[in-house]
């Protein structure tokens, strides 16, 4: 049974050229040139976060350096050399992951191996991935082939983790920074697989898949399979939020709503609790994304509206400032710290399952709904400061004189200043 499209998406779409591959242009850019100008050193460092095609870069070089006739700065992708590291049977082309390949004996079998010509091409090369993982003995062990390498070998090592690569090797090698690659970025190339692929999904849909992939294409794609999936080939906004859990921003608007209700009643507020259990929460979940909601929410009261910054799409921007409208941004603050001792007191209570979750969230909400409403300690002793600063003045004390004098000849919506104690 021939296996369905959505299974080989990221294999599928995997860039075979240099002009293919997304973002990482100084990458890119200074491997082209090393290329044209017969330049390539005999070792390299690809550090950055993982799927944003470190691998994908080194096997393009490999095929550019090996390529029998290379069409400028790219390889040709039809000759014998081109083909089989495209098929992934190449000899000159090895490639080690270290986190499964990291003792000694694996590194003095590469060192034995690195004096032999390469089977075909012009350089035998080594993408060694994840060479963090490597034993210090086999690091030892590679850097002596790094201080002395052979003409026909190239080294190219890939890491997520730059700073467990000791000193000795980093000086051997030419280092490349890759970055995460950006939301829009990665929405857009979503857009065009689609396309390609006769795939129907809304523009927000894909902004959401972008957004969980963080940066990442091949997490991307991967969440992508899964969407396709789920949806059946028509992705729409709402069934990726449901993958996601982006569906608990209307439930965590009413929380925060029913928080800053004062009159609102207790049972309002728990019931937004009971359907998040009842859609499998747990307490961890509902810390996080509580907290990531309310990060969010805080930014926007602040007047910003930034689509990759936030990570949401302009339309949930516009419903949570809907939602959240006159709400002070300093109460926000407020909740915000309140839900992450909730989740401190969790932790340390070391609760069994989602029944004492349950209970402890609300009674954490309850105590922080009275917390938002009463006034404190240090806010009742400036109150009595200023009343008594006021009766020796012989004016009487009020709100709006202090606003007043404060921003004097600028015109004042008390909703919009904290309050004052
Ligand atoms: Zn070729």
Redesign the pocket.
């Known amino acids: 049974m021939a296996a369905p499209t959505h299974m080989v998406l990221a294999r599928k779409y995997r860039p075979q050229k240099f002009k293919d591959v997304i973002e990482q242009k100084m990458a890119v850019q200074a491997l082209q040139n090393a290329s044209l100008s017969d330049r390539i050193g005999s070792a390299y460092i690809f550090f950055g976060p993982r799927g944003v095609g470190k691998t994908t870069i080194a096997r393009i070089l490999a ?1 550019r350096v090996n ?4 069409e400028g700065n790219e ?5 014998d ?2 083909l089989s590291i495209l098929h992934g049977n190449s000899m000159d082309v090895i490639e080690i992951d270290a986190a499964s390949h990291r003792g000694i004996h694996h590194i003095r079998e590469l060192r034995e191996n690195v004096k032999f010509q390469p089977m075909t091409g012009k350089k035998k090369v080594y993408i060694i991935d994840e060479v963090h993982m490597l034993t210090t003995e086999s690091f030892n062990a590679l850097l002596k082939t790094l201080e002395e390498p052979p003409a026909h070998i190239l080294f190219i090592l890939a890491t997520t983790e730059f700073n467990k690569i000791p000193e000795t090797i980093l000086s051997r090698c030419q280092v490349f920074t890759f970055a995460k690659v950006p939301l829009s970025v990665i929405q857009n190339y979503l857009a065009q697989i689609c396309e390609k692929d006769g795939i129907k999904a809304e523009e927000e849909a894909l902004f959401w898949i972008a957004r969980r992939g963080d940066g990442s294409v091949r997490d991307s794609l991967s969440f992508m399979e899964q969407a396709v999936t789920y949806c059946d080939k028509n992705i729409t906004s709402e069934k990726v939020k449901e993958l996601i859990g982006a569906v608990y921003f209307d439930l965590f608007l009413k929380i925060t709503g029913m928080l800053l209700d004062e009159k609102g009643k207790p049972e309002d507020l728990m019931m937004p609790v009971h359907d998040f259990f009842a859609t499998g929460g747990d307490i961890t979940r509902f810390v996080w994304e509580y907290l990531d909601f309310l990060r969010m929410a805080v930014h926007i009261q602040n007047g910003t509206e930034n689509t990759e910054f936030l990570g949401i799409p302009g339309t949930e921007i516009a419903h949570i400032k809907d939602g959240l409208e006159g709400v002070d941004p300093v109460k926000l603050n407020v909740i915000f710290h309140g839900i992450y001792n909730l989740l401190t007191k969790g932790m340390a209570l070391r609760l069994r399952n989602s029944y004492e979750s349950r209970v402890l969230i609300e009674m954490e909400l309850l105590a922080l709904k009275e917390k938002l409403f009463s006034p404190s300690l240090s806010g009742i002793i400036q109150k009595l400061n200023r009343l008594s600063t006021a009766m020796k003045d012989g004016t009487p004390y009020s709100a709006e004189n202090e606003l007043q004098k404060k921003f004097l000849g600028t015109v004042i919506d008390s909703k919009s200043v904290p309050e004052l104690e």
């Open positions: 095929k390529c029998t006739s290379p390889p040709c992708d039809q000759c050399s081109c």
